[in-house]
């Protein structure tokens, strides 16, 4: 069973917001020559690298709200220009809407066991539903 991590989305009002920062990304990759993705810069490197690689993915909490989530391509340990050690958590392009789940705010990331990661949303479903609504219905644990 696939292990995830659960990260803050800060500075993203929405997943749109999320999706145009992917994507600007992504085609920067492709212009270095790279595979397209987008990658996310952490200070604590995952202990459980294997376990996050076997079919894991970011999930993401925008504006208090579990409600995304990219498939973890990769993990890599660098240091930084300061000395100081960090990981890249490399991204696949796709940001794929899940059930929102309201979250509380936290520091940093954390494991999600599969069993607790919510479902994704299936396209033409719920998926059209206005980002405001849906973050008002999870909130209410109406979704």
């Not at 996310?40 to 709200?65: A, C, N, Q």
């Not at 990219?70 to 958590?89: A, K, P, S």
Request: glycine share 10%.
């Amino acid at each position: 069973m696939a292990l995830h991590l659960i990260k803050l989305c800060v500075g993203a009002e929405s997943i749109e917001d999320l999706r145009e920062w992917v994507d600007e990304r992504c085609r920067l990759a492709v212009s270095a020559g790279l595979e397209p993705h987008s990658a996310h810069v952490t200070r604590m490197v995952p202990k459980r690298m294997e376990e996050l690689l076997d079919g894991g993915s970011l999930y993401w909490v925008i504006k208090g709200v579990l409600s995304a989530r990219q498939q973890l391509m990769g993990i890599e340990e660098f240091t930084d220009n300061e000395g100081i050690g960090r990981c890249r958590l490399l991204l696949a392009p796709e940001v794929i809407e899940t059930m929102p789940q309201p979250k509380r705010p936290f520091q940093g990331w954390r494991y999600l066991d599969a069993k607790e990661a919510p479902q994704d949303l299936l396209s033409g479903g719920q998926g059209e539903m206005p980002a405001d609504l849906k973050r008002e219905l999870a909130e209410l644990g109406l979704l």
